[in-house]
């Protein structure tokens, strides 16, 4: 018989994308199904960024881009993150990778040997045990509290740390939660890192440019006194809407990325030159990125209030990303019923909390959809929460 490998075999598959797909067989069945499942900006990619593309395809630059990615790509990013983030990076230390996903997967692959330890965030997004796991490691949840608003505490983390773990993994503006991390969470990472000297940290930052108003997200790539163990990690796919494109990057010291590089030439070889190009000019949309931020804020807004006003349904106001992180008072109902309660009786899709690896009876929901659909996803839900007996 065929013997797999048993860290691949023992994943489980990824929640969020079998929502997703569920959600347009549904929607394909019966057009009033609302789906809110998936991480996808409904905005097209900016046409300049497309314009890039077909200049470049049509110029023939269709070949082979050997290196971590163009010189000017990785320059630019290094612009970016030093004028946007405070970062100290150079482009020596930054690699283009496949779609941030890929990203985190190199970075943990490159830092774990079999056994070795890696501490996450719960809630926490959905792929980081299954990356962990599939490059040997043991995921190690930190859960953070509702009732404190997640915050991070020293305390929390030095529970979990051992002479076994090697990194760990952070993700703001946080999905599912809609967290951005403050600068007195920040200096508690600070503080963690200078105790464990040998710890890494990668901190995910996709939704970096998605923060609302009166918020701001801190790099920790920031710190000076920690930079050197920091891999910062974005990419092009919420900010941009260029999900399909499959473009991140990671950022570190030189040191560390010449070891990630050995991997990635043997696994990806390159991101595609055209796609490489237009991202340059991506990370120059600054007008469009923020049109998108601005819509997103009215679009939350909208949404949370509405669900705020309805009997039986909680949710804090998200300060970045584009989740709505929703706790429903469903007498004997867990994330998982909840979710199946809301999906036959509202016809909304949604992810139950346990995906993300805590329960609290709550279900995340995705507002980077329509006004409309969420307008309508709102009397839905209200029909279906005013037949609920209390």
């Known amino acids: ?221 920031s710190y000076p006194s920690v930079a050197d163990r920091v891999i910062t990690m974005n990419g092009f796919s919420k900010s941009v809407a260029m999900t399909g494109w499959r473009i991140g990057y990671l950022a570190t010291t030189p040191e560390i990325k010449a070891v990630m590089y050995k991997l990635f030439q043997h696994t990806v070889t390159c991101v595609s030159g055209f796609i490489q190009k237009a991202a340059v000019v991506a990370l120059d949309c600054t007008e469009e990125i923020e049109e998108m931020r601005q819509s997103y804020e009215r679009r939350r807004d909208l949404f949370v209030n509405g669900l705020n006003a309805i009997e039986g349904v909680e949710c804090s106001i998200p300060e970045g990303a584009f989740y709505a992180w929703v706790k429903f008072d469903i007498p004997g109902m867990d994330s998982e019923g909840v979710c199946d309660y809301i999906l036959k009786n509202a016809k909304v899709v949604g992810v139950p909390g346990v995906a993300y690896g805590t329960d609290d009876s709550c279900v995340r929901f995705s507002f980077a959809a329509s006004e409309e659909d969420l307008k309508r996803a709102l009397t839905q839900i209200r029909a279906a929460m005013s037949r609920i007996q209390r």
């Open 1 to 221: 018989m065929l013997q797999f490998n048993q860290e691949i075999l023992g994943l489980q598959p990824s929640k969020s994308m079998t929502f997703m797909a569920k959600a347009r067989q549904l929607q394909a069945a019966d057009p009033e199904v609302v789906n809110l499942s998936g991480g996808e900006p409904d905005f097209d990619t900016p046409q300049k960024i497309r314009e890039e593309l077909y200049r470049q395809v049509a110029a023939g630059y269709t070949h082979y881009t050997v290196g971590a990615g163009l010189p000017e790509l990785r320059a630019r990013i290094v612009k970016k993150l030093k004028e946007e983030n405070g970062c100290d990076y150079s482009p020596e230390g930054v690699v283009v990778t496949p779609g941030g996903k890929f990203a985190v997967y190199l970075a943990v692959r490159t830092f774990v040997n079999a056994g070795d330890e890696v501490m996450y965030l719960e809630p926490a997004w959905v792929s980081y045990p299954s990356i962990i796991e599939a490059s040997g490691g043991k995921p190690v949840p930190v859960r953070l509290s509702r009732k404190d608003n997640y915050r991070i505490t020293l305390e929390q983390l030095e529970q979990f740390v051992t002479d076994r773990t090697k990194m760990l993994i952070i993700n703001y503006p946080n999905n599912p939660t809609g967290r951005t991390l403050t600068r007195s969470e920040a200096d508690v990472l600070e503080q963690f890192l200078l105790r464990h000297p040998n710890l890494a940290l990668l901190a995910d930052e996709i939704y970096e440019r998605i923060t609302y108003t009166g918020h701001e997200n801190v790099s920790m790539g």
